[in-house]
């Protein structure tokens, strides 16, 4: 068959049609015209090859330019791969190509490898005082590391690692099942392609064996609950020299006695006596930053009042400059009295004209007028 229909009407598909949309059509024509599918079938066969050939064509960025500019004419006379009868050998390979990562294969004839190190986890408990200041520590972590004797290649020194006989090498081995290719790591090399006669007497072939590490890990100043640090390569170590995984290091900052965070924000909650609110004064809070802040106490605030300072939180992780301090006021109310306070103030209370608790004024008369109505 010698393809003369527009390439986009073969696929079902517009000219402005992307890359995805392409494929995903490709895909549904080729399960449906597959010779495996339609045995015997020249006409399905045919079809297969013709869709087959026009997505060649149009999943090429630069032939699909050509083809959108000159049509057929532009792969005509050795100008490309399409406007011909192909080997069908060369039609599966792109079917394959397009259904290998659907069904879960890789590049045609490439090598999977060793897998790379799994990454492993670490729960570090620090103080706020180490959150806000940073802290350089050490941590100790049992991990499989690369074997010192054969320097994680798994073979025994002084002898050499051979090519599997099962995939020949490559590290895969496929299957038919119906119509489709299915392509899998080899069960005999573990995807690495090789085969190991004499094994390490240490690591048993591995090329990784257990080990204690310790650790140094810098904490920078500002990190929060549940912040993570990453050591790179510090996971465990790959199957026969393939790369280390990472060490994930996750913060949990323990509760303070006096503040609570909130981002950059500190809290603190700090009691005064009922004259000090009355009166206004000055209330000292010692910082994390081992200096002590005064807060300013007006005349008159009310408990639950919040008196921010800027400035006076927590530094900013990985950048400048530093959050607020906020406190919150809480009024005291005395319940222990001497005779002369409690005489001082019952002298206050029989002076009271009301202006004094403009809220407890103004409560009690919405009381009154609420039960007289």
């Not at 050499?160 to 119906?178: D, E, F, I, L, P």
Request: aromatic share 6%; with cysteine; proline share 4%.
């Amino acid at each position: 068959m010698t393809t003369t229909v527009d390439y986009y009407e073969l696929l079902e598909c517009e000219r402005t049609a992307d890359a995805g949309t392409l494929k995903s059509a490709y895909r549904k024509l080729a399960m449906k015209y597959h010779p495996d599918k339609n045995s015997g079938c020249r006409d399905s066969e045919a079809k297969f090859k013709a869709v087959s050939e026009a997505y060649e064509i149009l999943k090429d960025p630069q032939k699909r330019a050509a083809y959108d500019r000159y049509g057929h004419a532009a792969f005509q006379n050795g100008g490309g791969s399409g406007g011909g009868a192909q080997d069908f050998g060369g039609f599966s390979d792109i079917f394959e190509s397009v259904f290998g990562e659907f069904m879960g294969g890789g590049q045609r004839g490439g090598r999977a490898g060793p897998r790379r190190g799994a990454d492993l986890r670490y729960d570090m408990e620090i103080g706020l005082e180490d959150a806000f200041h940073g802290k350089q520590t050490e941590i100790t972590v049992d991990v499989s590391a690369a074997c010192a004797t054969c320097h994680g290649q798994g073979a025994r020194p002084g002898t050499s690692v051979k090519t599997c006989q099962q995939c020949n090498g490559h590290g895969k081995v496929r299957a038919q099942q119906g119509f489709f290719v299915v392509e899998r790591a080899c069960p005999v090399c573990q995807g690495s392609g090789e085969m190991i006669a004499d094994p390490c007497p240490d690591c048993r072939g591995e090329g990784r064996i257990e080990k204690t590490k310790t650790l140094a890990v810098n904490v920078p100043p500002g990190v929060d609950e549940g912040t993570r640090i990453r050591l790179s390569g510090e996971g465990e170590a790959g199957a026969r020299g393939a790369p280390s995984g990472d060490l994930y290091i996750f913060l949990h900052v323990k509760r303070h006695a006096l503040f609570e965070r909130d981002g950059t924000t500190l809290f603190a909650r700090a009691p005064v006596s009922f004259t000090t609110a009355a009166l206004g004064g000055t209330l000292e809070i010692p910082g994390l930053d081992d200096q002590t802040h005064e807060i300013r106490i007006p005349a008159g605030i009310q408990s639950g009042k919040q008196i921010r300072q800027r400035g006076a939180g927590m530094p900013v992780l990985q950048g400048r400059g530093r959050g607020d301090l906020v406190v919150q006021v809480e009024v005291e109310t005395p319940t222990k009295l001497s005779a002369r306070q409690r005489e001082i103030l019952e002298m206050f209370r029989d002076t009271e004209t009301g202006d004094e608790c403009p809220a407890s004024q103004g409560f009690f008369a919405k009381l009154k007028k609420a039960v007289a109505g």
